[in-house]
């Protein structure tokens, strides 16, 4: 067994949560225990779930962009993503690990996260719904 400390983690929690609500995550050892005891659990810090009216122009939470990789810099290009309208990171459905869409030279709205059908055809990363703004008759 492990010495007590810092266990970093990820999840996805699917889940229908109030604007305002904390959730918090449990780890629960049952090593050498019939069930769980007080001793044996530990909790993480509480997280309150965003208000959906605080979204940047892009539709995604405020904030959300800034856990992504290379502290919110996922494209590296020296700016937070969240500054840039047409570079959207966020959470994937499946395991929580970001990805991030890049329009470049056209601004990202409506941006979402969907989860994939449950059909036989396989979609690792989920679905991300997008609008694609600013793009001349005929461009791409």
Known sequence: MKAPG????????????????PVVAALHSFVGQTFPSAASNQWSRALTVPSVSALDAKGIPLGLEDLGPNHGDANNHGLHDASQPEVATLPIATTGAFATLVAAGHALEHVQVSEPPQTATSF???????????VPVGGS
């Open 124 to 134: 690792p990363w989920g679905l991300f719904n997008f609008d694609v703004t600013h």
């Open 6 to 21: 810092t266990v970093p983690f990820q999840g996805v929690i699917k889940a229908d949560v109030p604007a305002g609500e």
